[in-house]
Each structure stands twice: as structure tokens, then as C-alpha cells.
């Protein structure tokens, strides 16, 4: 909200999925994180994935210790082979995904790249 800055989030690119202005953003920015401090601590959201998905720190040190490696993402609960899948699938989704000022940005550059191509071929055929 740009009260502390951390190298690590981007708040341009968060705030740009609340809003068109950065005044409207922050607003619902705020709101919506408003309405999930109600919800207090949640334990089935801690610990991650792979905790979860083997029983605990004693199960998942126990493979390490036995060289077994599996996948795991914090944000999916699930065997390593689905979250990597999952994981596939949402960077193909995300491709395809940018925010309002990235855009325009990338229309800009694909027109441009376009007209350039198309300019080349006209000057060959002319």
C-alpha cells in the first residue's frame, strides 16, 4: 500500500488486478483484505503442501533422508506429479494473462513486430 517497500512484492502488478486507478485499486485492495482478516488464523492453510500431503515434518524428512524428492508447491495440496502438473498448467494460462498496462504494452510491440514483417514483404514483391 506503499507504506514499506519489499524487493520481493510488486504492488504495481498486484494493485493493477483491483483496479484502473491506483485510488480505486487501493481501495478495493484494502477492502479485500479487510474481509479476510475475519477469517484469523487458518490451520489448514499452514504448512504447505507437501507437509500436508505426507503427514508431517517426520514423514517428508524420512524420504529426504531416503533420497526420495517429490515436487511440492505450498499453495497446492496434492502428490508431486499433480502439483507439477498443476504448475504446468497455470504457467500455460498465465502466458496469456497481463495486467492492463503490460497490455497495451505487448499490443503495442505485437502491431509494431506485425507492420514490420508486413512492410518486408512489400518491399520484396515491389
Known sequence: MGKRESDWQDRDYVLAWFGKTERVAREAYRKYMMAGLDQGRRPELVGGGL???HGGWSQVVSMRQHGEM????GRVLGSGDFV???LAEADDQIKFQFPPPEKEKKIRELIT???DVEQQTMAKIY
Open 51 to 53: 507437509l500436508r500431503s
Open 70 to 73: 517429490e515436487m511440492a508447491d
Open 84 to 86: 507439477e502438473r498443476i
Open 113 to 115: 513486430e506485425y507492420c
